[in-house]
């Protein structure tokens, strides 16, 4: 597995080895002892969640206070532009984004860790997206920050408007989001 930086320290792209031949092709999509190498980070991932989505379909932007997730994202089917943004405070990223093509085709995996709202936008119809989850979803500490917030400038490659939940088209503002110290 090759690991692969991005502008925000911590959040980190990786590429499996594949091997593939005239009957297909096979290769590692987790390996705890080589992530920990990679990344540094020794997860105790307790949550995996999966989501199908169609076209256009924005997701995000999700994070949790209190008890904060980290996320390792894969594309199952389909393909996807991976958002992530740093709320942590302290952090001299704070505020910052960085976004990403990730595709059952590419095979990449992102890890984004605790102290980052994450969002996606399907570019395919049957998107698959699998979430290993550093802890427990916790919907009392579930928050959200709106996708279109003029003051993060994410750049989403969408044309008109995405399809949201209820949910999602009501996210805070940055400004008012709860953020990590």
Known sequence: MKL???????????????????RGLAFESYNRRRFRELTGADVDFVQDNRSRSAKNVLRGLHYQVA?????????LAGEIYDVAVDLRRS?????RWVGFGLSATNRRVVWIPAG???????????????YKMSDFWAPEHERVIVWNDSK????WPIKGEPLLSPRDAKGAKFADAEVFP
């Not at 930086?5 to 005239?22: C, H, K, R, S, Y």
């Not at 994450?118 to 997206?129: K, Q, R």
Request: net charge negative.
């Open 152 to 155: 993060l400038g994410i750049r």
């Open 4 to 22: 692969i930086e991005t502008e925000l320290a911590g959040v980190v792209l990786l590429e499996p080895i594949v091997f593939e031949d005239t």
């Open 116 to 130: 980052f709202a994450h969002g996606f936008l399907a570019l395919t119809d049957g998107v698959e997206v699998q």
């Open 67 to 75: 008890r904060p997730q980290g996320k390792l994202v894969s594309v």
């Open 91 to 95: 952090s001299p990223a704070f505020g």
